[in-house]
């Protein structure tokens, strides 16, 4: 096996401080990887996780002292090489599309003589020869001899990228870096930029560095990506298995946080915020901002190893299921006294899994066996067969101490509110319950819990709201109540049975929104139970379908939204309520 | 391009008008000392004093005067100086080339070594060399002149007798050969032109050093320097090249104050040029000499304001478009 074109080793770009005294920025910290000849990468990551950081890196144009670690290519070491020795290294070697091209060109230049200029001083082309390459190139990105005789300030910003491109192809380097060539640009100039990217790769066979934070022109460009988080890489591997089923809590909060063309759900950006490079945090760097972080976390560092195939830096293997439910099985016995006693089978060998943070929408018609589930799930009822692991743990059948305190992590939010509350009890009575009955904290706290809680879902806490009684709320109000409830004992899994069926359309956007706040707030789990489909994808990461008490379809909310593969998901596809205009049969317009 | 030649009439004609106003302004009138009983040079015939004003047309309404004025200066007539009996234009023609040859020999070697400097330092910002320069230029630029110029003079020019103490040549020399000629003319030059070239380089230092180091820190010389350019070419075919647009437009700007500096050297040094013109004007109240010294300095730094203009626009092709 031969050595690869380029071997990134424990890399660190660390900033001396602005002021003395000041702690220095680690913006790149600890970052290994290869890339081999014609191979391509790409880093992603939110802004400032360093990615250009590290991309000027590889040319050697931070000030010295601030870089360490082990850069070679074709087996050449090149941190601390001085001026001299980076010079002809640079751009016949290793050439960077920057990020910004819009303002990488010189203004008092013309495009042809800046695109010439590598070739005359590395090259010794003379000035004629210099411009006919460039014009040669410029062909090649799509532009003509206007744009090579064109100063900078009269060129359009996608011009301009693409001449960065063909700046950057001048001296036909074995590696190309790009830093986000495709942002800030329309879809079309988008498109064309990928496209030429991957001409320009396919035909020369240049290895490709991509950093980019548009997953989907990764999608289309690079073999393998490396997620960065705060200067360290939290996950690597191929591109199509990254991005199709992350597992590193962080590239999954990524994945959701991104808008795709092909993705249903709003989008939910990731809880909290990026770290200052001054100030990482201890232990792993995500773990302010992860659903599931444990108390290792904050103390020990996670490397980078493999977790069943894939490389990750997390102490828990990566996103963990945090309810794996398995053959889950329920059957009623109506004992007719009309007829011979049936037995209806409700629930049949059901398996689901809802991941950290992860909102999973569950939909049938009436009658498929959905609330069933919930119930099961969330111990209200008990199944004949099959196991349910929270977080881990087995919950055992029948109601043992130890799972009764896990399944107050479990709360429900059933379908009808006024079916579920005492009409007897104030607001804070109905909130305060689980705590009563779970004796959490003394009288004073459990109130300031209610408060909270309510707070949390948008209600009033005066006095005077807590003593109302069920009827005197709306129907929103009191549902929010309900929510209230479950969130008092910060449970992590929410099974949501049709929460918003009872309310009119804008109170269930409302209160739609407010659960997916909530839920990605918290980094709850979230079970979405419901018949509607339309409302079910503007939350849902995942969607399952269910039938006659089986699980009959499952997949990422895009894609079964996209392709149903089963007849009956896409009979609720075409049943779910949308604007079909009425024509008349002629199809014409009306007179 | 036609709005910038109507703007260059309109702020002759200001400057014209100013040059006017001004002189009258002052105090006093040029034939005061004539008028004045006790001053020696008092005119004891009434008619006598009336035929001087009228010969300088004095005693003509202000309007009237301003249009003589205005019609005199386009032709090219500037006058006839009331102290020296002189027409004005003559003057200036054996004054005016000194301060001339003082002005431009101080502001190309300022504005040469606050460019060199400038670009080096910011080249070495924080370095040693960098810091030392940036505060000698401060304390140049910051210094008075006359007080510079005292310095020079009794150190150069009565210590070390290196060099003469004043005027603009050796009285009453004959040169053998050019050469000659030239060593003598420089050996005069020196003083006044090092304490000018002190007074402005400051300036011209610190605002090349501040545009550099913008510059520098743009998108375009990371990527030059990613190109793997050699440092020479970094520093001046891309990062120099685009720090003189600003020092352009400054050096037109400062083209004034040079200007008003030679002035006041000049008669520091006793230098023939038109400082000494000036101060004898102005006390006396000449009107026609301090005229037409203005309008003689309003054309200078004006054309230097359009030399600018035309060498920003070779330059800089984004303001190719904008004219
Ligand atoms: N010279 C520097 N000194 C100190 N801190 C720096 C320096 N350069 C960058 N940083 C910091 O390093 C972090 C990463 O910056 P970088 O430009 O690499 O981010 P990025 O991932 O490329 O972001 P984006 O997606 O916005 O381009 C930021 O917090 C930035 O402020
Ligand atoms: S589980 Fe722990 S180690 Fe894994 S990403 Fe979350 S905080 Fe980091
Ligand atoms: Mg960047």
Known sequence: ?591 | MKRRALGFLISLWAVLTLNFLLPRLLPGDPLAALLDPSSSAYVFNSATRASLAEYYGLDRPLVQQYADYLAGTLRGDLGQSIRLNRPVGELLRAHLPWTLLLTLTALSAASLLGVLGGAEAAWRRGSATDKALVVSSVIASNAPVFFTGMILLIVFGARLDWLPLAGGRTAFARYGTPWEAARDYAAHLALPAVTLTLALVGSKFLLVRNSMIGVLGEDYMLVARAKGLSTGRLKRHHALRNALIPFVHHLAAHAGFALTGALFIETLFNYPGMGRLVFESVVARDYPVIQGVFVVVSALVLGANLLADWLSYRLDPRRREAL
């Open chain 1, 1 to 591: 096996m031969s050595a690869p074109l380029l071997n990134v080793h424990d890399l660190r770009v660390i900033f001396a401080p602005a002021a003395p005294g000041q702690p220095p920025a680690r913006v790149v910290d600890g970052v290994s990887f290869a890339l081999d000849a014609g191979d391509s990468l790409a880093i992603v990551g939110e802004t400032g996780s360093g990615k250009t950081t590290l991309a000027r890196a590889l040319l050697g144009l931070h000030p010295a002292g601030s870089v360490s670690g082990s850069v070679q290519l074709g087996g050449q070491e090149l941190v601390g090489l001085d001026e001299g020795r980076w010079r002809p290294l640079r751009w016949q070697r290793i050439a960077l599309a920057v990020q910004n091209a819009g303002t990488a060109f010189d203004p008092v230049y013309r495009m042809g003589e800046q695109i010439g200029e590598p070739l005359r001083e590395h090259r010794g082309l003379s000035s004629a020869e210099a411009t006919a390459r460039a014009a040669a190139l410029v062909a090649q990105v799509g532009l003509t001899e206007r744009h090579l005789r064109a100063y900078p300030h009269q060129l359009s910003g996608g011009e301009k990228q693409r001449l960065m491109l063909a700046m950057a192809l001048s001296c036909d380097p074995e590696l190309l870096i790009v830093d986000e060539p495709t942002s800030g640009q329309d879809m079309l100039a988008r498109a064309q930029v990928i496209a030429l990217l991957r001409a320009i790769c396919a035909q020369r066979g240049t290895a490709l560095l991509l950093i980019s934070h548009d997953l989907a022109a990764v999608s289309q460009l690079a073999g393998q990506v490396a997620v960065l988080y705060a200067g360290k890489l939290a996950e690597v591997g191929a591109t199509r298995d990254v991005l199709s089923a992350p597992r590193h809590p962080y590239t999954w909060g990524l994945l959701s946080a991104y808008p795709d063309m092909s993705t249903a759900r709003d989008l939910s950006g990731i809880r909290g915020q990026m770290p200052d490079p001054t100030h990482p945090p201890t232990g792993c760097r995500f773990h302010p901002r992860c659903t599931q972080a444990v108390d290792e976390c904050r103390r020990v560092e996670p490397p980078l190893q493999l977790h069943n195939g894939r490389r990750l830096a997390c102490h828990l293997g990566g996103l963990r299921a945090l309810l794996r439910a398995e053959g889950l099985r329920k059957t009623f016995t109506t004992n007719g006294h009309l007829g011979p006693a049936q037995n209806v089978e409700a629930v049949r060998n059901v398996s689901l899994e809802v991941y950290e943070g992860e909102v999973v929408g569950l939909v049938g018609e009436t009658g498929s066996g959905k609330s069933t589930l919930g119930r099961l799930l969330v111990g209200l009822l008990d199944p004949e067969s099959g196991s349910i692991v929270f977080e881990g743990n087995p919950l055992a059948l029948n109601n043992g101490s130890a799972s009764r305190h896990l399944r107050r992590r479990i709360q429900l939010i059933p379908q009808d509110p006024f079916d579920s509350v005492s009409p007897y009890l104030t607001v804070c009575q109905i909130v305060r319950e689980p705590l009563d009955v779970q004796r959490a904290g003394t009288p004073a706290e459990r109130r300031e819990r209610v408060r909270e809680a309510l707070a949390a879902v948008g209600l009033p806490t005066l006095d005077a709201f807590l003593a109302r009684h069920p009827h005197e709320l709306s129907g929103g109000q009191l549902q929010r109540v309900v929510i209230a409830r479950a969130l008092v004992l910060e449970p992590k899994l929410i099974v949501a049975d049709e929460p918003v069926s009872m309310l009119d359309a804008s109170e269930q956007a409302k209160l739609i929104t407010l659960l997916e706040d909530i839920q990605n707030e918290r980094g709850m789990g979230l079970l979405l139970i419901s018949h509607d489909l339309a409302l079910v994808r503007k939350v849902a990461d995942r969607i399952l379908v269910m039938r006659d008490g089986q699980i009959i379809e499952g997949g990422p909310s895009s894609q079964v939204l996209a392709q149903p593969q089963h007849e009956y998901t896409r009979a609720l596809l075409r049943a779910a309520p949308s604007f079909d205009w009425y024509t008349t049969s002629s199809g014409g317009n009306r007179p």
